[in-house]
């Protein structure tokens, strides 16, 4: 995307100077944009993927010096894991997710980014919590199953034997929205449907996720419900605050902070930056979002690039102050043509956008 941003500006304007600046949230692309600036290098470990009976090799950081891991939970339990044809968050885990937090513990690692988005998942972290030695328990204490779903089974968590290492190490969880556990904005409701839930899914599931939190509450001492993100990648953030101690942060600000991105607008005319999709989540914690933030506080201007446009375009440049934005999908181009020739099409779509702009 970067590059093709650049090309186009160079179209437009071929004595300028540009200057890429990869940037993720808590998604996928945050080990690939902070490994090299942080100067780790990159493991491999075997781990249980999004669903129960599945293995994959998960990627993540490790920078020696400074004793940090970088860890993506889609790495472990990402959307793009499963197959179409299995998708359903009343069964998909977290439990990768917390082999890789051990493997990352066992490495010695002191202080933990762990990104947490594009999940699969909507089982509040407890999969994450089990890997970590946490035994969460039915009414009969038993074990209770794997997956969203089984949290109307709980009745008991027992961290007596929980992995005391990952209280002792700081746990920095980037986040990239603000949608708490349950309510009509919560996990279940806004993302589950993405992840395969039918409306029957989604009622079942919210009921599992209010039971997990009226049991962590009354055990734990801790009200998820009070903490902006708790929501994130199916409940994980919850989880993350509950069994890791994880301190939340916006990722982008992380990414942008690690990435000395402050430093890099002095001097700049603009900042031409891109997302899949602009629509009303974007102010919510996306990439685009810490970018423009960034650079209406240094006082240069932001135009986007984006893949398509929900929503009005006019309040998006005025209310969330984008000086100019334009889309890869329009009357002719559908979305199939834009994911094709994305690259294409971006060179092209910024340099109509930086003429247009510049009048």
């Known amino acids: 995307m970067a590059a093709a941003i650049a090309e186009g500006v160079r179209d437009?304007?071929?004595?300028?100077?540009?200057?890429?600046?990869?940037?993720a949230d808590g998604g996928e692309g945050l080990l690939d944009v902070l490994l090299p600036v942080?100067?780790?290098?990159?493991?491999?470990?075997e781990v249980c993927g999004p669903l129960p009976d599945q293995r994959?090799?998960?990627s993540w950081g490790f920078v020696e010096q400074a004793e940090v891991a970088i860890v993506e939970m889609a790495q472990a339990a990402g959307l793009g894991l499963?197959?179409?044809?299995?998708?359903?968050p009343r069964f998909t885990t977290t439990f990768g997710v917390g082999e890789l937090l051990r493997a990352a513990l066992d490495r010695g690692a002191r202080t933990i980014v762990v990104g947490i988005g594009g999940s699969a998942t909507n089982d509040g972290g407890a999969g994450m919590a089990r890997a970590l030695g946490a035994r969460l328990l039915d009414t009969n204490g038993n074990p209770i199953g794997p997956g969203g779903a089984a949290l109307c089974d709980l009745h008991t968590v027992d961290i007596s034997a929980m992995d005391s290492r990952i209280k002792m190490a700081s746990i920095i969880v980037a986040c990239d929205v603000e949608n708490l556990l349950t309510g009509p904005e919560g996990?279940?409701?806004?993302?589950?449907?993405?992840?395969?839930?039918?409306?029957?899914?989604v009622a079942q599931l919210e009921r599992c996720l209010?039971?997990?939190?009226e049991v962590l509450l009354a055990q734990c001492g801790i009200d998820v419900q009070e903490f902006p993100g708790s929501g994130a990648a199916g409940g994980l953030g919850a989880g993350m605050i509950v069994f890791a101690g994880g301190r939340l942060r916006s990722g982008i600000d992380l990414v942008l902070d690690l990435t000395q991105f402050d430093a890099r607008l002095k001097g700049a005319d603009m900042v031409?930056?891109?997302?899949?999709?602009?629509?009303?989540q974007t102010k919510s914690g996306k990439a685009l979002s810490g970018v423009l933030r960034r650079a209406r506080v240094a006082r240069i201007p932001v135009l986007a690039v984006a893949g398509r446009i929900e929503g009005d375009p006019a309040r998006l440049k005025g209310l969330d102050g984008f000086a100019d934005l334009i889309a890869l999908v329009n009357d002719d181009t559908s979305p199939?043509?834009?994911?094709?020739?994305a690259a294409a099409l971006v060179r092209e779509r910024t340099s109509t956008l930086v003429r247009k702009y510049l009048g």
């Not at 499963?82 to 998708?87: G, I, K, Q, W």
């Open 12 to 23: 437009a304007l071929p004595q300028a100077e540009v200057r890429l600046h990869p940037v």
């Open 38 to 45: 942080m100067g780790g290098i990159r493991c491999e470990t």
């Open 56 to 58: 994959v090799r998960a």
């Open 82 to 88: 499963v197959p179409t044809d299995r998708r359903d």
């Open 187 to 201: 996990a279940t409701a806004v993302y589950a449907p993405q992840k395969g839930a039918t409306p029957a899914h």
């Open 210 to 213: 209010e039971r997990y939190r």
């Open 272 to 280: 031409i930056t891109g997302e899949g999709s602009l629509d009303a």
């Open 336 to 341: 199939e043509e834009a994911m094709k020739h």
